[in-house]
């Protein structure tokens, strides 16, 4: 599994853990929910500033995002 993958694989994760649907995310986020599909399915080399508003929208920090990562 790439990186790509990795964080669409994460993000998703947290976004079900939070019952909030991609739109809503997208919308938190100010990010398209076409774009946030790409993202979540690995296909989009996502900026660290896009990461950054996807880790605000979803009410958790950096720390808590990575947290066990590189496993």
Not at 3 to 22: H, N, T, V
Not at 37 to 45: I, L, P
């Given at each position: 599994?790439?990186?790509?993958?990795?964080?669409?694989?994460?993000?998703?994760?947290?976004?079900?853990?939070?019952?909030?649907?991609?739109?809503?995310?997208a919308?938190?986020?100010?990010?398209?929910?076409?774009?946030?599909t790409?993202?979540?399915?690995?296909?989009?080399?996502?900026s660290?500033?896009?990461?950054?508003?996807?880790?605000?929208?979803?009410?958790?920090?950096?720390?808590?995002?990575?947290?066990?990562?590189?496993?």
């Amino acid at each position: 599994m790439n990186i790509k993958e990795r964080i669409g694989r994460r993000i998703k994760e947290l976004r079900i853990e939070k019952s909030i649907s991609q739109e809503q995310l997208a919308l938190k986020a100010d990010l398209d929910r076409t774009y946030m599909t790409s993202v979540e399915n690995g296909h989009r080399n996502i900026s660290i500033q896009n990461i950054e508003k996807i880790i605000t929208a979803l009410d958790t920090t950096f720390e808590a995002f990575f947290k066990g990562f590189d496993k």
